[in-house]
């Protein structure tokens, strides 16, 4: 909003959104022009630590990564509290597009280990921290990060509304990290504690398929029949052309356990995810790296090998087995494998 009588600090802050916005739309040149104003605006104080946080993001959307950590360097200007978990928490952002994401788990943890106590003053950063730290929990063998994620998770706190998907999918990830460590009630109560929040219906789809592979898991062929037929009533009413970032993975696991209670629909669940194309969102770390690729991949091969695809699937298989191997992601390289 244009203010009647606004200050050099709102101004600044003004075009340092607008600047932000732009990089989201893929305009940089627009973008760099408001930041280019914001820095006049701010000069060499603390307050440039901010504005190069905002800068490091544009350059990742840019997947200039040398460009992104010179800025973040520069976020250590301000050196508040502030500041310091603004910096750390960008940083892991430029480890997740790196693909080294043992590194970005521990800074995460060095997040959570600034925030403390002081959840309710950084909220959004302990939200996202949290979150993204459990997902990197279920996939990394570090059973020390997955405990660190689970007694977060574990917090008797409110999570604001707007973060429920990132509450939801840190559920899930803990009742996998917890399924992983030989702990399968445990798995089964925090799918529950999912279930009973406030999602759009595809991640709803999503946590009864997790349902329908956990059942199977521990031989209950009926029950996991019974979650998948609910995931694939949901899935059938999906406007998938309305889904831009990682909820499509649905469609992934879908063509997976259609291989066990629907054969004949399972290449159609990956032409479906084939013909969305890629993400829309530059928000989603998956937009930048070769997961999503991998998970495709893989979802492919096992689709080939239940229909008697012989060389086809083992080349899906074995290219998601490398990205997996590469990354770290050494449950989805076994099962690759």
Same mark, same amino acid.
């Given at each position: 909003?244009?203010?009647?009588?606004?200050?050099?600090?709102?101004?600044?802050?003004?075009?340092?959104?607008?600047?932000?916005?732009?990089?989201?739309?893929?305009?940089?040149?627009?973008?760099?022009?408001?930041?280019?104003?914001?820095? *006049?605006? =701010?000069? $060499?104080? &603390?307050?440039? !630590?901010?504005?190069?946080?905002?800068?490091?993001?544009? %350059?990742? @959307?840019? +997947?200039?990564?040398?460009?992104?950590?010179?800025?973040?360097? *520069?976020? =250590?200007? $301000?050196? &508040?509290?502030? !500041?310091?978990?603004?910096?750390?928490?960008?940083?892991? %952002?430029? @480890?997740? +597009?790196?693909?080294?994401?043992?590194?970005?788990?521990?800074?995460?943890?060095?997040?959570?280990?600034?925030?403390?106590?002081?959840?309710?003053?950084?909220?959004?950063?302990? %939200?996202?921290?949290?979150?993204?730290?459990?997902?990197?929990?279920?996939?990394?063998?570090?059973?020390?990060?997955?405990?660190?994620?689970?007694?977060?998770?574990?917090?008797?706190?409110?999570?604001?509304?707007?973060?429920?998907?990132?509450?939801?999918?840190?559920?899930?990830?803990?009742?996998?990290?917890?399924?992983?460590?030989?702990?399968?009630?445990?798995?089964?109560?925090?799918?529950?504690?999912?279930?009973?929040?406030?999602?759009?219906?595809?991640?709803?789809?999503?946590?009864?398929?997790?349902?329908?592979?956990?059942?199977?898991?521990?031989?209950?062929?009926?029950?996991?029949?019974?979650?998948?037929?609910?995931?694939?009533?949901?899935?059938?009413?999906?406007?998938?052309?309305?889904?831009?970032?990682?909820?499509?993975?649905?469609?992934?696991?879908?063509?997976?356990?259609?291989?066990?209670?629907?054969?004949?629909?399972?290449?159609?669940?990956?032409?479906?995810?084939?013909?969305?194309?890629?993400?829309?969102?530059?928000?989603?770390?998956?937009?930048?790296?070769?997961?999503?690729?991998?998970?495709?991949?893989?979802?492919?091969?096992?689709?080939?090998?239940?229909?008697?695809?012989?060389?086809?699937?083992?080349?899906?298989?074995?290219?998601?087995?490398?990205?997996?191997?590469?990354?770290?992601?050494?449950?989805?390289?076994?099962?690759?494998?």
């Amino acid at each position: 909003q244009e203010l009647r009588r606004a200050t050099p600090a709102q101004i600044a802050r003004r075009e340092m959104y607008l600047g932000t916005g732009y990089s989201r739309l893929g305009e940089f040149t627009e973008a760099d022009r408001h930041f280019d104003e914001a820095r *006049k605006l =701010l000069g $060499d104080g &603390s307050a440039v !630590g901010e504005l190069a946080a905002h800068i490091c993001r544009r %350059y990742l @959307d840019q +997947r200039d990564i040398d460009a992104a950590q010179e800025w973040q360097k *520069k976020t =250590l200007n $301000d050196r &508040s509290l502030q !500041g310091k978990i603004r910096s750390e928490h960008i940083a892991s %952002y430029i @480890d997740a +597009r790196c693909e080294d994401y043992a590194r970005q788990a521990e800074r995460l943890i060095k997040v959570l280990e600034l925030i403390g106590d002081r959840r309710a003053e950084f909220a959004e950063d302990w %939200y996202v921290a949290v979150y993204t730290l459990a997902v990197l929990a279920r996939e990394l063998p570090r059973p020390s990060t997955a405990a660190r994620a689970k007694a977060e998770v574990d917090l008797d706190i409110a999570w604001s509304p707007d973060f429920s998907v990132h509450r939801f999918q840190a559920l899930k990830a803990v009742a996998w990290c917890q399924a992983l460590a030989g702990d399968e009630l445990s798995c089964l109560r925090y799918l529950r504690l999912a279930q009973h929040l406030d999602v759009k219906p595809v991640w709803q789809a999503i946590l009864f398929l997790d349902r329908s592979y956990f059942a199977a898991i521990v031989g209950e062929d009926q029950w996991a029949a019974n979650e998948f037929a609910a995931a694939e009533h949901i899935v059938e009413r999906i406007n998938w052309e309305e889904c831009g970032g990682e909820e499509r993975v649905a469609l992934l696991l879908m063509a997976e356990l259609a291989t066990f209670h629907a054969p004949k629909r399972a290449p159609f669940y990956i032409a479906q995810f084939r013909n969305l194309g890629k993400l829309r969102s530059n928000l989603q770390h998956l937009a930048f790296d070769d997961r999503l690729r991998a998970m495709e991949a893989y979802a492919s091969g096992v689709v080939r090998l239940s229909s008697g695809g012989g060389p086809s699937a083992e080349e899906e298989l074995r290219l998601a087995w490398r990205t997996f191997e590469r990354i770290g992601y050494d449950v989805r390289a076994a099962l690759a494998d």
